[in-house]
């Protein structure tokens, strides 16, 4: 298997790897986050609270950070690309069957499935990439899965806050679900079968033994624990501005709350950008950047005019994933082996934040209402700032990346 060649940019399979990639990315955010426009209208129709409603999101975050730990050890078994196709197709069919489900516990049991079942996608395919695709090529081909997944994430808020308007929260969850099938089904056409993949075992005790190396490690420590900070401020933004815009002075529909989301597009030109900044000046000037821009851009929010606003939330999406983008790949840079399992960690912090910053900030919003929830974020990016600084001090594994 060795001796197969790896798939190289400008060749069909490249192409088809790319398309499949950008699928699966797209498959996985929109499904994933198509439910966060719709918190406001889960609490009036479930008559539950919006820290409650959050659930319908945090759920699923929660469910998929624990799978994550043990997904890509179950991949090695199973195969990548069977792990993925499942993955994808599985939880469009689960998204289906929740737009039909007329109670709320229910409901919530079935975003939990999804969680679970998506955790097979993140954490196998960069795994696959690394694999197949050659290391000349492969930066090309991650920043498209990349791309793809932003893209998930702006369409599945958009394109529900549209179609919830003018036909019901469950039709249009019935047509993410419909969307993230279609994506599936090109991920399973396009997606060359893998080459260089060697089946194993099931080994429990060497990935305990690869997550505790990567615990010990106090870089990775701090790295994972910005994870944690950023993703938790970025998510409780967009879970709970839906429940401002949409109640006076503002009074916006399903509809224009759901075109503001379109300022995630900020967020996906960011990461590439910060990542070729952070080549060249270093990625412990760039994480702090960053994070400041998005803390600066929580407060903006406070304003009461609309504008201003939409500039706060375009400022943190700009810079989470810009923090994103340097933190992620630090971690690569600095795990000394088993990097397929540091990235879990990172993932599963990551996606924890958004479970419960995620859902703690419905008790700010109680609370405080938007300056409360304000306050809760600016605590968890000013520490973020804080560890950052801490990084810069910390003894690097990659030589050249301060």
């Known amino acids: 298997m060795e001796s197969e060649p790896h798939i190289t940019r400008g060749t069909a399979a490249f192409r088809r790897t790319n398309l499949a990639m950008f699928a699966a990315g797209f498959a996985t955010f929109a499904l994933m986050y198509c439910v966060q426009p719709l918190l406001p209208v889960f609490a009036t129709d479930f008559h539950v609270s919006p820290l409650v409603s959050s659930f319908a999101l945090s759920l699923t975050t929660f469910t998929l950070a624990g799978a994550l730990l043990v997904a890509s050890a179950l991949s090695e078994v199973w195969g990548r690309k069977p792990m993925m196709v499942a993955s994808i197709l599985g939880a469009a069919v689960l998204t289906m069957i929740s737009a039909a489900i007329p109670h709320w516990g229910w409901f919530l049991v079935m975003r939990a499935a999804i969680g679970l079942v998506l955790s097979g996608l993140p954490a196998v395919a960069m795994g696959y990439l690394a694999e197949e695709i050659d290391p000349k090529s492969i930066g090309l081909a991650m920043g498209l899965y990349v791309g793809g997944s932003g893209f998930g994430g702006m369409t599945g808020r958009l394109l529900t806050g549209i179609l919830a308007d003018g036909f019901g929260w469950r039709r249009a969850t019935a047509t993410i679900g419909v969307v993230g099938l279609v994506s599936g089904l090109i991920f399973l056409r396009s997606l060359p079968p ?98 400041a821009i998005e803390l600066t851009g929580v407060v903006v929010t406070l304003s009461g005019s609309l504008p201003l606003i939409v500039l706060g939330i375009a400022l943190v999406t700009f810079g989470f994933f810009a923090s994103h983008s340097v933190a992620s790949s630090w971690v690569g840079a600095q795990a000394r082996g088993a990097r397929a399992q540091a990235a879990a960690l990172y993932l599963f912090l990551y996606y924890m934040g958004s479970s419960v910053t995620g859902s703690v900030g419905g008790l700010a919003w109680s609370a405080g209402g938007w300056a409360g929830v304000v306050g809760m974020i600016v605590i968890l990016l000013a520490i973020g700032l804080v560890l950052a600084r801490r990084l810069a001090n910390l003894p690097s594994a990659a030589p050249g990346i301060i």
Do not use: K
């Open 194 to 291: 893998s080459r260089h993949f060697t089946r194993r075992s099931f080994a429990l005790g060497s990935l305990a033994r690869a997550y505790r190396a990567h615990l010990a490690d106090p870089a990775l420590r701090l790295l994972f624990a910005e994870a944690f900070l950023i993703m938790g401020g970025f998510v409780t933004v967009y879970n709970y501005i839906t429940f401002r815009l949409l109640a006076p002075p503002f009074d916006l529909s399903q509809t224009l709350v759901g075109l503001i989301f379109a300022v995630y597009l900020v967020g996906v030109a960011s990461s590439a950008w910060m990542g070729h900044l952070a080549s060249r000046f270093g990625r412990s000037r760039m994480l702090p950047l960053g994070i």
